[in-house]
C-alpha cells in the first residue's frame, strides 16, 4: 500500500478544487432548476383582510425577498374561496386563507403545509339585539347560520361548542345548522330564521352596523381564538419540498408583510385603496384592521393548526388521523434560518422576533 502525502498548500488547494467542483455540481444538477422555477403567489382584489398580500405586493417585499435569493416568482390574481383547487391543480404554489375550513381536506387527502400566522379575528358570531341569548351557552339546541358544512366559522362553532362540553358534531350534535350564503345571513337573522350567525368581516363588521346585531362570539377577543389565527398561509407541499429557498422567501415576505399591517393599518388601509386591491372608506377600513392582530409568528401558526386539528379529531370531524401530532408536523413547514416573526420599525427596518403569545 502506498500512502499519499500532500503538503499543506497543496491540500489548500485541493480542497478549493474541491469545493468548486461540488459548486459546479449543484449548479448543473439542482441551481439552474431552482433559478429556472416560477413561484406563483395567489392573491385577491377583493378581501379587506388579505392586506399582507396586498402590502407584499405594493411596498415591493415579495421583489426584495426574492430577488435577493435570485429567484422568480410571479403574482396570479385568484378567487381565496378556490384556492386549495389552484394549489392541486399547480396553477399557485402559495397564498393564504381561513385554516378552519381546510381541516377537513386535509383529513381527505389534500397536500398542503401551513407556514406563517397572518391575523385573529375576522370571525364573529351574532345574534339580535334583542335577543334573550347572552352566552354561546344559551343557544344548546338554537339554529345557527353558517355559510358552508365545512367553513372555518363552523368550525369555530362546533370548537366552541365543544369546549362547553356539548355534542358538536353529526346527529347528536346539540344546535341545528342552517346554510346561507354569506351575504343573505344577516337578512335570515334580521327575519328570524336563525337564533345566530356566523359571519366573515365586512360582511360581519357591516352587518352590525347596519342592523345593530350583538356580538356574542367574537374571536378577536374570545379567551381560546384570540390565541389563534384565523388566517394563515400556506403552500403546496410538493413545492416546498422541491424549492425550499422560494419558499422561505415567500415566508419571509409574508412575516414582514404582516408586521406592517400590525404597525400601520391606516396606511395599508390607504395603500390597498389606492392600489384597487379593495374599495370602500378608508377610515372604515382602516378602523376594521385595527380590531384584527396581524403580528405573524411561524411557532404560534404550528400551535394553532395543532390546537384546531386536537379538536376536530376528538370530535370525530377529521377521521383519518391516527397521531396527531404526527399529522400537524406532515402538514406544516419551518426552517432554522427562517425567523419566527418580525417587527416593523419606524424607521422602515424589520427585527426580527419571537412570539410567544398574541
Not at 186 to 208: F, R
Request: include cysteine; charge should be negative.
Amino acid at each position: 500500500m502506498v500512502k499519499i502525502t500532500f503538503s499543506r498548500a497543496a491540500r489548500a488547494a485541493l480542497s478549493a478544487l474541491a469545493s468548486f467542483a461540488l459548486l459546479g455540481s449543484l449548479i448543473s444538477c439542482g441551481g439552474k432548476k431552482n433559478a429556472d422555477f416560477t413561484f406563483k403567489i395567489g392573491t385577491a382584489n377583493s378581501g379587506l383582510c388579505a392586506a399582507p398580500l396586498h402590502i407584499a405586493i405594493d411596498k415591493g417585499i415579495f421583489e426584495e425577498e426574492f430577488s435577493k435569493a435570485g429567484l422568480k416568482y410571479e403574482v396570479v390574481e385568484i378567487d381565496l374561496m378556490q384556492a386549495t383547487s389552484l394549489v392541486v391543480a399547480k396553477k399557485i404554489d402559495a397564498t393564504f386563507g381561513l385554516a378552519g375550513g381546510l381541516l377537513p381536506q386535509l383529513d381527505n387527502g389534500l397536500e398542503v403545509s401551513f407556514l406563517t400566522g397572518v391575523h385573529t379575528g375576522c370571525t364573529k358570531f351574532y345574534v339580535k339585539a334583542d335577543s334573550p341569548y347572552k352566552t354561546v351557552a344559551d343557544l344548546k339546541g338554537k339554529t345557527v347560520g353558517l355559510c358552508g358544512v365545512q367553513d372555518s366559522s363552523t368550525i369555530v362553532w362546533q370548537r366552541k361548542f365543544h369546549e362547553l362540553g356539548y355534542k358538536a358534531y353529526g346527529p347528536e350534535a346539540e344546535f341545528k345548522m342552517a346554510i346561507y350564503g354569506l351575504t343573505d345571513l344577516p337578512i335570515a337573522l334580521e327575519n328570524g330564521a336563525v337564533d345566530v350567525v356566523g359571519l366573515h368581516d365586512p360582511v360581519g363588521y357591516l352587518a352590525e352596523k347596519q342592523y345593530g346585531f350583538r356580538n356574542i362570539l367574537d374571536t378577536t377577543t374570545d379567551k381560546v381564538f384570540s390565541q389563534e389565527y384565523c388566517c394563515m398561509t400556506f403552500v403546496s407541499s410538493e413545492t416546498a419540498e422541491k424549492f425550499p429557498e422560494h419558499t422561505k422567501a415567500f415566508i419571509r415576505a409574508m412575516l414582514k408583510a404582516s408586521a406592517f399591517a400590525q404597525a400601520e393599518p391606516y396606511e395599508t388601509a390607504r395603500l390597498q385603496i389606492e392600489n384597487k386591491h379593495v374599495s370602500g372608506d378608508l377610515d372604515q377600513n382602516a378602523a376594521m384592521l385595527k380590531t384584527y392582530n396581524y403580528t405573524p409568528s411561524v411557532g404560534l401558526a404550528y400551535q394553532t393548526l395543532f390546537n384546531a386539528i386536537d379538536q376536530v379529531v376528538d370530535m370525530g370531524i377529521m377521521q383519518n388521523v391516527a397521531d396527531k401530532k404526527k399529522f400537524v408536523d406532515s402538514h406544516f413547514v419551518r426552517y432554522d434560518d427562517v425567523p419566527d416573526s418580525y417587527v416593523y420599525n419606524s424607521d422602515g427596518t424589520y427585527t426580527e422576533a419571537v412570539v410567544n403569545s398574541l
